[in-house]
C-alpha cells in the first residue's frame, strides 16, 4: 500500500520538460519585439529575450521565420454555451452561464485554429440587467469546469437600445391567451428597469449591513432573506464585480454612463459602443473602456453612425479600447480585424496588436496573467507563418498554460484517419439498421 501511494505521487509530481520556442520573431505587445526564444516550464513563461538558455532534456520547438505573439482574447462571445438568454424577465442578473458551459461546442476548437486563447461567454442582450458572465480558457478536450479562467473577476451583462426593449414580444405565459409586451419597451424604460434595481440593490446592501452591525453589537437580529437578483448588483455596487455594457447610440452611452456616477460604480467595459467616437472624452473621463467592432455597420438602425475609424478615434481620445467578435465566425480572424485598425487609423503594429490581447486582458481584469508576453505571465501563446496582421498569416500552433491544444500539421495529418473512422461507423451503423429493420414482405 506505502508503496502504491508512493507511486502515485512520483506520477502526479512529476512536471512535464520545459518547451523552448527558438528563433523565433516575437511580439511581446507591452515590450516590443525580437528575434529570440521563449521558455516555458510548468504552464508559466520563464524567460523571453534575444538569448535564452535551453535547459536540459527540454523540448525545442525550431520557429525560425515564424511569429510568435501573445494568445488573443475576445472580451464578448457567446461560443461554448447551451444557451445565451433569459429572455422572459427584463433583470436575470441570478442566471449564470457557467451553469450552461459547453465545452463540446466545435466553436472552440475553430477559435484556436484562429489563435484565440481566452474567451468571455457573455450573457445575451434581451434583458436590461442580463446574467452573469464566465471567463474561460479554450483548453479544448476539458470538461466545462476545465475551461473556466480561475481567478478571473466576476462580470455581470448590461444592455441598452433595441435588444433589451423589446417592443412588440410579448412575454410567452403558459394558459394566457394573449400576454402583455414585457416592460420595458422604450429606451426611457430600459434606464428606469436599471434604475429601480440598483435601488433595490443598495436597500438590500443596507439590511445587511444594519444586521451585521446589530451582531457585532451584541444584539438579537435575523438575518434579511438572501435575494439572489439582488447580490450580483450589491457586489458591482462595493467594486466586486465587473460591469460589460451592451449599447451603440452616443446619447445611450452618455445615459448609462450618468446611471453609474448617480449609484457610484464603475462600468468596466462598453460593448460594441460604435458611436463611441463620438463621446469619446467622455468616456475616458468616466474611465470606462470600450470593446469595438472595426467595420460592421447599417445591419441595425443604431449601427447606421458607425465609422471603421471608431477604436483609432476612441484609443487617441484615451479610452482603452479593445475589440469583440460577438460571432463564433468573426472570432477566428480577430488578427486581420486588429490589421484593419493600422488601415482605419493609422495605428502602430503594438498598439494594434494590443486591441485583440493586453487591452482586453485589462478589460477582464486579467491583465496580471496574460495579454502580452513576459516573463512569469501563463503560457498562452500563438505560433503564425507570418506577421499576424498579415491578410495570409495562418496560425501553426496555439498553447494554453503550456501546452499545445492546437497543432496545424498534426490536424490536417489526421483528417484522414478522422474521415476513415467517421465512414467506418456510419457503414456499421447502417448495416446495423439493415438487420434490425422488419421484412417488407407482403403476407401470402
Known amino acids: 500500500m506505502i508503496r502504491l501511494c508512493m507511486s502515485l505521487i512520483a506520477i502526479t509530481t512529476l512536471a512535464a520538460p520545459p518547451i523552448v520556442i527558438r528563433n523565433a520573431n516575437v511580439l511581446t505587445v507591452t515590450k516590443g519585439r525580437f528575434q529570440g526564444s521563449i521558455l516555458v516550464r510548468d504552464g508559466k513563461i520563464i524567460e523571453a529575450g534575444p538569448k535564452v538558455m535551453i535547459p536540459e532534456g527540454a523540448r525545442v520547438i525550431d520557429a525560425d521565420g515564424q511569429y510568435v505573439m501573445p494568445g488573443i ?108 409586451p414585457r416592460y420595458p419597451a422604450t429606451r426611457m424604460g430600459v434606464i428606469d428597469v436599471m434604475r429601480q434595481a440598483f435601488l433595490e440593490a443598495a436597500a438590500y446592501r443596507d439590511s445587511w449591513r444594519q444586521y451585521e452591525a446589530k451582531r457585532q453589537r451584541g444584539e438579537a437580529a435575523l438575518p434579511p432573506r438572501r435575494d439572489l437578483k439582488l447580490e450580483p448588483l450589491v457586489e458591482l455596487l462595493e467594486g466586486r464585480r465587473l460591469a460589460h455594457v451592451h449599447c451603440y447610440r452616443a446619447d445611450e452611452i452618455l445615459a448609462v454612463l450618468r446611471l453609474a456616477q448617480e449609484f457610484k460604480f464603475k462600468i468596466a467595459v462598453l460593448i460594441h459602443v460604435l458611436e ?22 447599417a445591419y441595425k438602425v443604431e449601427a447606421y453612425d458607425a465609422i471603421p475609424y471608431n477604436a483609432a478615434l476612441m484609443l487617441r481620445k484615451g479610452v482603452l479600447v479593445s475589440l469583440n467578435s460577438d460571432s463564433a465566425e468573426l472570432m477566428r480572424h480577430l488578427n486581420q480585424e486588429a ?39 501563463d503560457a498562452d501563446l500563438v505560433v503564425f507563418d507570418k506577421h499576424p496582421l498579415s491578410n495570409y498569416a495562418k496560425v501553426l500552433r496555439v498553447m494554453i498554460d503550456g501546452e499545445f491544444y492546437f497543432d496545424r500539421d498534426r490536424d490536417m495529418s489526421r483528417r484522414a484517419e478522422l474521415e476513415a473512422r467517421k465512414k467506418a461507423l456510419l457503414d456499421r451503423a447502417r448495416e446495423r439498421e439493415k438487420r434490425q429493420a422488419p421484412s417488407r414482405r407482403r403476407p401470402s
Open 339 to 377: 490589421a484593419k485598425a493600422v488601415k482605419y487609423g493609422g495605428l502602430s503594429e503594438d498598439e494594434a496588436l494590443a486591441l485583440i490581447t493586453i487591452n482586453a486582458a485589462k478589460q477582464l481584469g486579467i491583465e496580471r496573467r496574460v495579454g502580452s508576453i513576459e516573463p512569469g505571465k
Open 73 to 180: 482574447i475576445d472580451p464578448h462571445s457567446h461560443i461554448a454555451s447551451e444557451s445565451t438568454n433569459e429572455g422572459s424577465i427584463s433583470v436575470s442578473s441570478m442566471v449564470s452561464m457557467e451553469d450552461v458551459l459547453d465545452p463540446e461546442d466545435i466553436a472552440i476548437y475553430r477559435a484556436l485554429a484562429g489563435g484565440v486563447t481566452t474567451v468571455a461567454v457573455m450573457h445575451g442582450s434581451a434583458n436590461a440587467i442580463g446574467g452573469q458572465c464566465s471567463v474561460i480558457k479554450l483548453r479544448w478536450g476539458r470538461d466545462a469546469q476545465g475551461l473556466l479562467f480561475d481567478g478571473a473577476p466576476p462580470i455581470l451583462k448590461f444592455a441598452m437600445g433595441e435588444n433589451p426593449k423589446r417592443r412588440g414580444t410579448p412575454t410567452q405565459i403558459p394558459g394566457v391567451p394573449s400576454a402583455a
Open 276 to 297: 463611441g467616437y463620438k463621446v469619446a472624452r467622455e468616456i475616458a473621463e468616466a474611465g470606462t473602456g470600450a470593446s469595438t467592432f472595426t467595420d460592421w455597420w
